[in-house]
């Protein structure tokens, strides 16, 4: 059964610092890794992919996350964190054998001023 | 295009009570799946669907019934409702044909929140 670790349930920040949320994930066969970012009173909206053969992943508003094949890990990314970055983000997860879509936990993530 | 879109947004049920929650998209996706939202447990996947006429069950379906008779709707239904079924609905639809069906991204509703006394 495919999995997916997010080890942080929440993770603080001042702006202008980087920002890191970390994922970890198990399938069986290939990984096709998803980033979400949730508003409050909102739904998902997506972030990013991972495309095959793309270790470094750039997507939305500055982020971008580093697939790591040997250690299973697809960590989110931005080098200097806003405000506005304050959300909950879900990482996510299909396996090449599997239609469907697993999501971690789940990190909410402050910024503050 | 709306995108997809859920009704109702907010619904309080009491025990027993059977309801259905309505999903559309008109963007021609195949792909439609329903999750449920509980704090400090992410999106659990409870039905999906890879094409009309195709259902299947993802993780904690128990109570929950769905149908996909056209591409665009996919509702899900409270056969009775239990208040462990308290939650926040989401319903997501993917599938481009350009992405390719596994590397899509998933388009999600705006949720409804259900309460169930």
């Known amino acids: 059964a495919q999995s997916v670790a997010q080890p942080e349930d929440q993770v603080n920040v001042a702006e202008g610092n980087p920002l890191t949320v970390k994922c970890t994930y198990s399938v069986s066969g290939n990984p096709y890794l998803f980033w979400y970012v949730q508003y409050p009173n909102r739904g998902l909206q997506f972030l990013l992919k991972y495309i095959t053969g793309d270790n470094l992943v750039k997507g939305s508003y500055g982020f971008e996350a580093e697939f790591n094949k040997s250690q299973t890990s697809f960590h989110l990314k931005k080098p200097s964190a806003l405000v506005s970055d304050s959300a909950l983000y879900f990482c996510?997860?299909?396996?090449?054998?599997?239609?469907?879509?697993?999501f971690g936990a789940g990190t909410t993530v402050t910024v503050r001023a | 295009n709306a995108g997809v879109t859920q009704t109702p947004k907010f619904q309080v049920l009491k025990t027993g009570q059977s309801m259905t929650l309505q999903c559309a998209q008109d963007?021609?996706?195949?792909?439609m799946s329903w999750y449920r939202q509980d704090p400090g447990m992410g999106l659990r996947l409870i039905h999906y669907s890879v094409g009309a006429g195709i259902t299947d069950q993802g993780e904690v379906p128990n109570g929950y019934n769905v149908s996909r008779s056209t591409t665009e709707d996919f509702p899900l239904r409270l056969l009775s409702a239990a208040p462990s079924q308290t939650s926040v609905y989401f319903c997501?639809?993917?599938?481009?044909?350009?992405?390719?069906?596994?590397?899509?991204?998933?388009?999600f509703g705006p949720g409804t929140r259900l309460t169930v006394l």
């Open positions: 997501a639809s993917s599938f481009s044909r350009r992405e390719g069906f596994m590397n899509s991204r998933q388009f």
């Open positions: 963007m021609n996706h195949e792909y």
């Open positions: 996510a997860v299909r396996g090449s054998n599997d239609y469907k879509l697993s």
